[in-house]
């Protein structure tokens, strides 16, 4: 109201209610009033119907710097809204290809009473990041009832990473040149070959006197359940001292 008659025009910002009536739908029509001039024809108004609807920004995984590791229990997929959303329901999807498609189901039927302070909204992927490994990852998120309009995806890739554990060798241990051990390792997540390196004495790491890499190690047998095992021979070259074993995923340096 109160706007002037010769204007022409008015910028809406559209609320996301009017008087408790939420203003998302279909059938919407404006009217325009002159409130000054007497008689039957002071108004006009739409001749036909327009649609209001609320709107979806993605804000986490986004900025293309994230790394998530499978296992994570504490990663949020978070996203921004505009409208009163809670006639419907939000639901989430992992693009394995850079945003090529949408295929792998990561969350459904989430209520914005439940996720959303306001206009923000989030989710702690549960129970835990997936083993989904790849540098080209992105998250959709996207209204259940209106999925091909009201959604929207990361901007950039983020990556899942695996992990790997050494599980020996100790700090305590003692190892002799001309015999064989047993290494153990855990791993979340797809990881295969790794490269074998080790470092004497604070030296860089360098693969050991008689290892070619990538090795690949074996489950079952004398290795314990749920790990992998590789049988060092430790070759008599090998330099001798305060040692360290390094594994590293072959593909994948950072892992």
Known sequence: SGVTASSGSYPWTIPDSISGTNLIGTQLRVAVVDTTLGGTRNYDYSNANFEIKGSITVTAPNDGTEVWYIGDTNRNITWTKTGDLSYSTFSIRLSEDGGSSYTAVVADNL?????????NCSWTWAPQVPDSVGINHKIQVFLASDQNNVKDESNNNFEIRPNITLNTTLSSDSWTTGKIYRMEWTTTGSVGAVNFTYSVGGSAFAAPPGITN???????????????CYNWAIAPATLRGAAKIQLIKSDNANV
Do not use: E, I, M
């Not at 209520?111 to 302070?117: E, F, G, N």
């Not at 990538?214 to 004398?222: E, K, L, R």
């Open 214 to 228: 990538p090795v690949t190690g074996y489950s079952g047998g004398a290795c314990p359940v749920g790990k992998t």
């Open 111 to 119: 209520t914005q009473a439940a996720k959303c302070v306001g206009n």
